[in-house]
């Protein structure tokens, strides 16, 4: 890997999806565009999008920019959408329904393989032809298929156990989303998608954040 | 409201809903918990959970520290949990679906009452006792029933106008999970939930972020 992919911060990283999917739907009119142009799309600074893009593709050419179908290349190689990662979720209620149901994840190369739960009335099932598997099941999968992503949408009592499992079978990189702070070794990186989190602020705002234009 | 609830930042907002939930989790067995217990608890600063509680609550008592019940009172008020936020959501494919039909919503205050979508298919359906309803329906739910949230699970390429549709209905806050940056007015809050992002941070991880560990 060239030593530049390593210097991409993670806000960047977080901007670069957003990029592509802009990219791909203008490729078909479009052969080049500028920082400019992707930054007035967004509402963004244009020095923050020429940042951006410079950590994955050089700098675009005085006045015709980049090229469009480079760039995508150049991003979706970034992002390792070429390849696939192979994951596993512990929790098939509700929330883990619908991941398990989501059919957005195979554009970024998410596969979620399998799913484990403790219930009898879930386990045996497919969901959205995926398999729901007894717990007692998550250490031969993840050792036998090599897995190193987990997604854990357990209540969150059991959040914390199922992280330590998952680490102890060699996952370094969960997927979190029960509402509470995971603990885990330096080298295995928690991302939460903690919609409480989100909904606080949301709610938040809603109750005094634009009170200045009520009466 | 009290001056200090304005004062309360981002990070501190995004914490407790955590500390509320383990609250509740321990409220049966002790009468008064220290800041140092639930920061030992999530592996955080002392320092940060006594600022985090400072903001909702006094500073807890020497020795003793905080009463369990009267913080869990304090920390709901501020989240607002007392109130019900009534919510629609605009997008009813899977993700919609799955956002409808989980139920931990309830739990913070969020009642989404109506979905809307242009699909034939689901348009006059219930997903999880919701209607789903046309999307020219959409400004007299808004205006009738008063909203302030809206939920965006459109495809990407929807989600400003619909955006600018519910802003223009009187919606103050949206919750985003169009993987997109949206332009909004000031006064208007949006909370991103961009899973592509988020994969994008796991992804690079995994394939670059662990290397030290591996030959």
């Given at each position: ?11 960047t ?6 990029y ?11 052969k080049n565009?500028?920082?400019a142009t ?5 509402g963004?600074?244009?020095v923050?999008?020429?940042k ?29 959408y070429?390849?696939?990662?192979k ?9 883990g329904k ?10 970024y ?14 386990v045996g099932?497919?969901?959205n ?14 050792l036998?298929?090599?897995?190193k ?9 059991f ?9 102890s ?10 509402p ?5 070794p330096?080298h ?5 998608e ?7 602020i ?5 109750r005094?954040g634009?009170?200045?234009e009520?009466?």
């Open positions: 890997m060239p030593l530049k992919e390593k210097e991409i911060s993670v806000t990283l977080r901007r670069l999806p957003v592509l999917h802009y990219l791909n739907t203008i490729k078909t009119t479009r565009i500028s920082s992707i930054a007035a799309a967004f963004l600074n244009d923050q999008v020429r951006d893009l410079g950590a994955v593709s050089g700098s675009g050419r005085p006045k015709t920019g980049y090229d469009v179908e480079q760039l995508i290349g150049q991003i979706e190689y970034c992002l390792g070429g390849s696939e990662t994951t596993i979720l512990v929790g098939a209620g509700n929330l619908a991941l398990l149901s989501y059919r957005g994840f195979s554009d190369g998410l596969n979620i393989i399998a799913a484990f739960d403790s219930s009898e009335a879930v099932t497919l969901i032809e995926k398999p729901v598997l007894p717990l007692g099941d998550i250490e031969v999968v993840c036998n298929k090599n897995i992503l987990g997604i854990i949408t357990t209540p969150v009592e959040a914390q156990e199922t992280c330590d499992r998952l680490i079978c060699g996952i370094k990189a969960i997927w979190n989303f029960a509470t702070i995971l603990k885990a330096e295995v990186l928690i991302e939460n903690n919609l409480a989190s989100s909904l606080a949301l709610s938040k705002h809603l005094e634009y009170s200045e009520n009466v």
